[in-house]
């Protein structure tokens, strides 16, 4: 061990010790602090198990979290129960992971767990990975965020693409959206690409719905062709021109079924406590990993069906004659989701939304005009939340609502209690930074009126 890497970690520790002592958050500073006076600080860790590493626009969080629960019902080496390090709280970037380190690490640096399962921001796969040797890499999906709306999407690609030109691990690829699968072809000499995807589900399309990415071949630029869109630009497609696409997936789920809850996958059914097309995906990237892992289905098949990921996530609020699903939605692939389950559900329904405008969500709104709401099955009444509620008013008037049905709420207890006014069935949405304050006015209301009728 060098001096300095000793001094460095013996530093970053009193910042985290400091830090909590004053009851701050350690989530990401002295991390931020150790990359300000040396860029490759990450270099003082090191560890022995496996890491396990998610990536993508949407979806990073939830599926770390169902393969941290999935790890975690596994033995580690001492026979006791699996130790797992995990940032499920999402701190994603290399300054976040650094921070989590140094909690977990002893005074040289070293990590002792049986996995470490890692949510990675897209841009920072290639700089944490640097250093730490990542065994399996799953990537979930490229959308535009609200912030890219430049093509900054291909840069991130781009950045991944090079990164993966010498990396030999394990590789777990969405074969439904080309951006992904592209990624296969990175580096030809790894034999460890395995992709995964859904079968075609009772909504998906014949044209694109929703805005999409992927549109064009990533080997030759002719244009995909498309036999189905399960939802935005996730779809099975092929290259008319090179051929590029039809990939033969490593896991396919099957017999999708949402009144049922239930996908089927090698003949076994599992059910799950979300649904949801885009959740499936990330299931059958989950089942892609334990099968890497060698993990029994049966425990697969445990965590699936019981596990709820309680962050602003498909996430349920209940009252005594009403209940709300929930859902963070960052951009509009994630919004449209949201509105996919409404409109299959096929009973009346009220929505609340939510928007902010704050420096983490992108001061420009405009990506709300690229939510589809042309279908809005059985909504009878929308709220609308948050520092911008009188633009996503607009939006959804602009949508051909019915405005006479829209109530501007900007207050969010005030919104909680005016989308509870009547029971019933209730839809959520919320972003970024108003998915933490609506959950909190939900609850705060939800203590308030106990179990009494709206
Ligand atoms: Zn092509």
């Known amino acids: 061990m060098k001096p300095l890497n000793f001094l460095t970690v013996l530093f970053g520790k009193a910042m985290v010790k400091t830090l909590k002592l004053m009851g701050r958050d350690a989530g990401n500073f002295p991390g931020l602090v150790l990359w300000t006076l040396n860029k490759n600080y990450l270099k003082v860790f090191s560890c022995d ?24 019902s596994l033995k580690g080496k001492n026979g006791k129960k699996a130790k797992i390090i995990t940032n499920m709280q999402g701190n994603n970037l290399d300054t976040g992971i650094g921070s989590m380190l140094l909690q977990y690490c002893d005074m040289n640096g070293h990590i002792d767990a049986d996995y470490l399962v890692l949510e990675v921001d897209e841009s920072h796969v290639p700089v944490i990975f ?83 990415e992927g549109r064009f071949c990533p080997k030759c630029g002719e244009e995909l062709a498309y036999d189905y869109y399960q939802y935005s630009h996730i779809g099975r497609f092929h290259c008319p021109k090179c051929g590029y696409g039809n990939i033969k997936p490593y896991v396919q789920l099957q017999s999708i079924d949402f009144e049922n ?24 990237a989950v089942y892609a990993v334990s099968k890497l892992y060698n993990i029994d289905h049966r425990v697969v098949k445990k965590v699936f069906g019981k596990f ?19 859902n963070l939605a960052k951009n509009p692939v994630g919004a449209n989701m949201t509105l996919r389950l409404l409109n299959q559900d096929k009973g009346e329904k009220e929505l609340l939304f939510v928007l902010n405008d704050n420096i983490a969500d992108g001061t420009d709104v405009s990506w709300i005009w690229d939510i589809n709401f042309s279908i809005f099955n059985g909504v009878t009444r929308v709220v609308t939340s948050g ?13 051909g609502y019915d405005p006479d049905r829209i109530t501007v709420q900007p207050d969010l207890d005030k919104a909680a209690a005016e989308i509870f006014k009547n029971g019933g069935t209730k839809y959520g949405i919320a972003n970024y930074t108003a998915i933490q304050p609506t959950r909190a006015a939900l609850k705060r209301y939800i203590e308030r009126k106990g179990g009494e009728k709206s």
């Open 308 to 326: 709820e990921v309680n962050n602003g996530r498909l996430e349920k609020f209940e009252t005594a004659n009403a209940s709300m699903l929930l």
């Open 387 to 399: 520092t911008r509620a009188y633009d996503i008013a607009i939006r959804i008037k602009c949508s």
């Open 130 to 212: 640097k250093h730490l040797k990542l065994e399996t890499l799953v990537v979930l999906n490229f959308f535009r965020d609200q912030l890219d709306r430049n093509g900054e999407v291909e840069t991130l690609i781009l950045k991944i693409h090079k990164f993966l030109k010498t990396y030999n691990g394990n590789l777990v690829l969405n074969a439904d959206d080309p951006n992904v699968a592209r990624l296969g072809y990175s580096n030809p000499k790894n034999k460890n690409v395995y992709y995964y995807n859904v079968e075609k589900y009772e909504g998906a399309t014949d044209e694109l719905y929703e805005a999409g």
């Open 261 to 284: 809850n239930s996908f089927s996958f090698e003949g076994e059914s599992y059910t799950t406590k979300h649904m949801g097309i885009y959740h499936l995906y990330n299931l059958s």
């Open 49 to 72: 198990c496996p890491i396990i590493a998610v990536t993508g626009t949407n979806g990073k969080t939830s599926t770390t979290n169902f393969l941290n629960n999935l790890f975690r």
